[in-house]
């Protein structure tokens, strides 16, 4: 027998995530997991950037920064656009950055 009012099952019902969703955020914050993706993530939160760029910013060779952007591309967390030979990345939303910055507050940075 369940102690909760009809009320909280109700809003369970309406607030909780289907497992589908669920198994989406978890990929999603399991992004977040590693600090050479933050790094990523928040340098290009400041601006668009290339391989090589980004690299020299966050102190990465080049092939751990590929690597690491496909990943972030393959979950639709970064977009890129070429130009020429030039391939630029950047954040696909901006609510992104504004999780970066909930993360940067809540630890009290």
């Known amino acids: 027998m ?6 909280v099952m109700d ?5 909780l ?3 589908k969703s669920v198994a989406r955020i ?8 590693d600090p050479s993706r933050v790094k990523l993530l928040s340098a290009l939160a400041i601006s668009p950037l290339c391989v090589t ?3 020299e910013f966050v102190k990465m060779n ?11 591309r393959s ?27 909930i993360g940067v507050e809540y630890i009290g940075f």
């Not at 809003?11 to 607030?15: F, I, L, R, S, V």
Request: proline content about 5%; overall charge negative.
């Open 2 to 7: 369940l102690n909760a009012t009809p009320q």
């Open 11 to 15: 809003d369970m019902d309406c607030y």
């Open 17 to 19: 995530p289907d497992n």
């Open 26 to 33: 978890a990929a999603f914050f399991a992004l977040l997991s």
């Open 53 to 55: 760029d980004l690299a």
């Open 62 to 72: 080049q092939t751990t920064v590929s690597h690491q952007l496909r990943l972030l």
């Open 75 to 101: 979950l639709d967390v970064v977009s890129a656009e070429r130009n020429g030979k030039i391939v630029k990345y950047r954040l696909s939303n901006p609510k992104i950055n504004e999780i970066l910055l």
